[in-house]
């Protein structure tokens, strides 16, 4: 089982549609969590991070589910500027070990 | 301030060159990783500092890599004998320290494409 997967998507969305990606992990002693975002042939950059059970930032909420091994992200009222690729990071290991998935792209249209 | 930079930005070598990659952490920032994304893919993690020394390289492909990291500063990336396989957008980030959680900021990257 890989240590992150993810939907690749693309997810296709209209501008203001609301979309959820979901993520699940194999490392149960992960205990913090980001989201990052990596727009085409860029560096990524963090969107969101996650302690506890979840978190909110404006349009964006992360959930995590501890027994399942799942985490996901919402985005309310999309725009053109949210298309990019969603990376799911579980910090691994004693230290800040990123592992990133591969993961989902997301395209809003007019 | 200043983010993580890295150069070259791009670099073009032909098969079986050695290649060296050079990256520049934040300022104060006392962890540095390594990661390589291959055309459509995830990141892969190569190799962590914490200062100067390296408790994970565990993630570098053969021996052919290598890293080294000066003091707080610095650090370079070096890969000998380069195959077609090693190309790749190869990515350097920091972190205030290694501590679990600390947000890695990433530098844009060098593109490199072996011949």
């Known amino acids: 089982r890989k240590e992150v997967e993810q939907d690749p998507g693309p997810f296709n969305v209209p501008e203001g549609a609301t979309v959820a990606f979901n993520c699940t992990y194999s490392?149960?002693?992960?205990?913090?969590f980001f989201w990052y975002r990596q727009d085409c042939r860029k560096e990524p950059k963090l969107l969101m991070s996650?302690?506890?059970s979840g978190n909110e930032d404006g349009r964006f909420t992360a959930q995590l589910n501890r027994a399942s091994q799942y985490i996901s992200l919402l985005i309310r009222d999309s725009k053109l500027s949210d298309s990019a690729t969603y990376l799911c990071v579980p910090v691994s290991g004693g230290y800040n070990k990123l592992i990133f998935g591969a993961g989902t792209r997301l395209a809003v249209h007019p | 301030g200043a983010g993580v930079s890295q150069s070259p930005s791009n670099k073009v070598t032909e098969k079986g060159k050695d290649v060296e990659l050079r990256c520049d952490p934040i300022s104060g920032h006392t962890a540095l990783y390594w990661y390589r994304q291959r055309l459509g893919q995830g990141l892969e993690f190569l190799i962590y500092?914490?200062?100067?020394?390296?408790?994970?390289k565990s993630g570098l492909p053969s021996d052919r890599f290598s890293a080294e990291r000066t003091g707080e500063s610095v650090s370079t990336l070096t890969i000998q004998r380069t195959q077609q396989e090693d190309s790749a957008v190869y990515l350097c980030?920091?972190?205030?320290?290694?501590?679990?959680?600390?947000?890695?900021?990433f530098g844009p990257g060098t593109r490199l494409t072996v011949l």
């Open positions: 980030a920091s972190s205030l320290s290694g501590r679990a959680g600390n947000e890695q900021f």
């Open positions: 996650v302690y506890s």
């Open positions: 500092f914490q200062g100067n020394s390296a408790p994970d």
């Open positions: 490392n149960s002693a992960s205990q913090s």
